[in-house]
Structures are given as structure tokens and as C-alpha cells.
């Protein structure tokens, strides 16, 4: 069973998202800002993290930079999903090193696709 730690700090987004991950049969973690995202990360070690970029503390772009930095937490896929729907914003998800990339509102479908791409093994 997959694990996924979801960085979102929106409580009603966040709880919305963590009830049907859990419904598809994750096992959830959540972190309401950038700095738990990073200790949860780090403690936790989930297969994959979906990261909002807009968050409090640290934004998602610096938590995927250091998780990267960071030989505990580099090879961990990041799924950026965000409000952010420039290709500015894309640009910087990815040169932060997130694996994929996807826009709120949320496309639950293709949402599940990318997690099934990023975790062939679960």
C-alpha cells in the first residue's frame, strides 16, 4: 500500500483530497505548510508528495528544492498541484525538481493516472 504525504494549506482542499486518496487506498499523510511538509517528509519517508505550490512558511518551490537537497528525501516524486496555472509557474515547479505538474480545480482521474505513472510498483 502506497503512501503519500499531501502538502495542501487549504483545509477544505486538503481534507476533500486526503478522503478520496484514502478512498482509492492510500495511506495518507498531510501538511498544512512547508515547513511540515519538510518534517513529515523527512520522518515519514511517503512513496509520493503532492505539493501545492502557494503555502505558507515556505513555499512549495523551496520545499521541492531542498527535499532534492536533501539525500533522505531526493528520490521521493513530487507531483506539484496548484492554482497556479502559468507556464511560468510550470517552469519553476519543474526546475525546482517536481516530477509532474497539474492545476487546481482538481481533475481527480487524471490526478490518480499521474500517481499510478510516478508509483508502478503499488
Known sequence: MAT???VEDN?????MLSRRLSREGFVMFQAKDGEEALLIARTSRPDLI???????????WEVIRRLRQDSSTRHMP???LTAHATQEARDRAFEAGCDDY?????????????????LPDF
Open 4 to 6: 503519500l504525504l499531501l
Open 78 to 80: 513530487v507531483i506539484a
Open 11 to 15: 483545509d477544505l482542499n486538503r481534507d
Open 50 to 60: 503532492i505539493m501545492d505550490l502557494g503555502l505558507p512558511l515556505l513555499d512549495g
Open 102 to 118: 497539474d492545476v487546481k480545480p482538481v481533475d481527480f482521474p487524471r490526478l490518480i493516472e499521474k500517481i499510478n505513472r510516478l
